[in-house]
């Protein structure tokens, strides 16, 4: 399969949604500024959103903003306190009884509620890729994921994740090719934030987990 065939079935899946408040939940990684690149191409109109963590260790905005200006593009960026990502773990867990290890679902759970308050008809995400280029069954985080905008009533549109990029390795080379050819560069490496530092909150993602299950395992 060639970039071209690439762009034209990640495309397909984008020209249904032109006319809508689209949101585009933009990261730092390769696979969400593809989408935009390609959604500029296309000349769909989209409001791009990140989000800029308190807690450093965790927030890309740096990296975002370094590449929203090579690229000429205006992004939306939405804060979040250490305080709002507490409360947002917490009504993450209460809400889907779902155990976690790292904080990556929050972080959807918090963009699908902010794309909500925003007026969002629907946001589009890179989430998928990795998982489908590698043909990976056991995908735990996508279900959270649309778990979390399902319950903030949010359609997640994922366009990688499609039948006809499955098993597609080299797909991973070129989204980052075709960022690349925007951009000039792109820094691909990521810091995995397992469990949050002592001073963010006492009681760490594991334990709470474990706390979950234990109440599911005993409740009648």
Known sequence: MSMHNLISIVAEQLKVHKGKNIFLGLSAGADSWFLLFLLKNLDIPFTPLSLNF???????WDKIQHYSKH????IK???????QMVMAFYAFTNALKIPI?????????????RAQIMGADLVITGDGADQWFEAVEQCDLFPITQAAFNFH???????????QLWQYPQG?????????SHLGEFDSSKTVVLYPDDDFYPLTCLQ???LVLHEMA???
């Open 101 to 113: 290890y790292n904080l990556h679902p929050v972080s959807k759970w918090i963009l699908a509620e």
């Open 218 to 220: 005993t409740s009648p």
């Open 54 to 60: 308190e807690k450093r260790v965790y927030c890309e």
């Open 71 to 74: 690229s000429n593009t205006s």
């Open 172 to 180: 991973k080379q070129i989204v980052r090719e075709y960022v690349i």
């Open 77 to 83: 960026s939405t804060y979040v306190s250490k305080n």
């Open 208 to 210: 709470k987990s474990h």
């Open 153 to 163: 009533n949010v359609p997640l549109v994922t366009p990688f994740a499609t039948k």
